[in-house]
């Protein structure tokens, strides 16, 4: 049984910055892809950023230049670097893995005052 824990959610002011991080454990065999994505109050759950085992990553446009993505394949571990925080960042930030199938965290809110 594979399980995504998150962490580093919290509230902030606009401006400031987080760090989030998700740890896979269980029976993983090969991750393809981790990232981000996020879900607003009332809206669609969007992609944040993706992060390929190649290291290839990817950013949705309204973080671009703010945020950074990165991995320590040695614990599974996504990270998810944040700087310059608006308050349309504000949301649920979920985890996601892609190894044999694709596997959701339970979230983690950021919330950002300004």
């Known amino acids: 049984q594979v399980q995504l824990v998150e962490s580093g959610g919290g509230l902030v002011q606009a401006g400031g910055s987080l760090r989030l991080s998700c740890a896979a454990s269980?029976?993983?065999?090969?991750?393809?892809?981790m990232g981000w994505y996020r879900q607003a109050p009332g809206k669609q759950r969007e992609l944040v950023a993706i992060?390929?085992?190649?290291?290839?990553?990817n950013y949705a446009d309204s973080v671009k230049g703010r945020s950074t993505i990165s991995t320590d394949n040695a614990k599974n571990t996504v990270y998810l670097q944040m700087n310059s925080l608006k308050p349309e960042d504000t949301a649920v930030y979920y985890c996601y893995m892609l190894a044999r199938h694709g596997y959701w965290g339970q979230g983690t809110q950021v919330t950002v005052s300004s």
């Open positions: 269980g029976s993983i065999f090969s991750i393809n892809v």
């Open positions: 992060i390929t085992s190649g290291g290839s990553t």
